[in-house]
């Protein structure tokens, strides 16, 4: 059963830079036919797709959010990366990892970033 | 950029009851089209994928339908457990995607 596990970065200061990492497990993710997607859902809000990344490191973005996301992936450690610069109150959420294929199919549990001085 | 849009925002309806949740796009997604249950604390969950054609383990009370930039998702005899927040999610341009607001399904 495939598991996707986001890093847990916690509180970030406003202007600075959201990092996280997603740990998949129980699967290669140098297996073709999928990407590794970013979501974000702001509290009581909806669902924002951020950008996705093939194993061979093909991104797509968002166009509202592309001047300020990098997302990368190590197929080495099995883990792919959201950087998300100059951060704001309006990006506090619950940032989920993903595994996109036509649908999501496997979610990671989702992780609060909040960003407060 | 590919708007979603769900009505209603809030649908109450009564157990046992048959829900209609509806969901737009801005242009046509043909049918690209799947549709999420979201339950407080937890990841969305696929329901509907294609637009018609029920994930793994859905129970068949979940019907979608629809093409182009109308869909729709029936469910029918709502059980407890059904009660929760939906999103629709068009897939057209793959893996780029966008969501709808959703509608929250509660108890009448």
């Known amino acids: 059963q495939l598991q996707l596990q986001e890093s847990d970065p916690g509180l970030v200061k406003p202007s600075e830079t959201l990092s996280l990492t997603c740990t998949v497990s129980g699967g290669s993710i140098s297996g073709s036919g999928y990407y590794w997607g970013w979501i974000r859902q702001p509290p009581g809000k909806g669902l924002e797709w951020i950008g996705a990344i093939s194993y061979s490191g093909t991104t797509y973005y968002n166009a509202s959010l592309q001047r300020r996301v990098t997302i990368s992936v190590d197929t080495s450690k099995n883990q792919f990366s959201l950087k998300f610069s100059s951060v704001t109150a309006a990006d506090t959420a619950v940032y989920f990892c993903?595994?996109?294929?036509?649908?999501?199919?496997?979610w990671g549990q989702g992780t609060l970033v909040a960003v407060s001085s | 950029e590919i708007v979603m849009t769900q009505s209603p925002a809030t649908l109450s309806v009564s157990p046992g009851e048959r829900a209609t949740l509806s969901c737009r796009a801005s242009q046509s997604v043909k049918d690209n089209l799947a549709w999420y249950q979201q339950k407080p604390g937890q990841a969305p969950r696929v329901l509907i994928y294609g637009a018609s054609t029920r994930a793994t383990g859905i129970p068949a009370r979940f019907s979608g339908s629809g093409s182009g930039t109308e869909f729709t998702l029936s469910i029918s005899s709502l059980q407890s457990e059904d009660f929760a927040v939906y999103y629709c999610?068009?897939?057209?341009?793959?893996?780029?995607?966008?969501f709808g607001q959703g509608t929250k399904l509660e108890i009448k």
């Open positions: 993903a595994r996109q294929g036509w649908d999501i199919l496997y």
């Open positions: 999610q068009q897939y057209d341009d793959w893996p780029r995607c966008s």
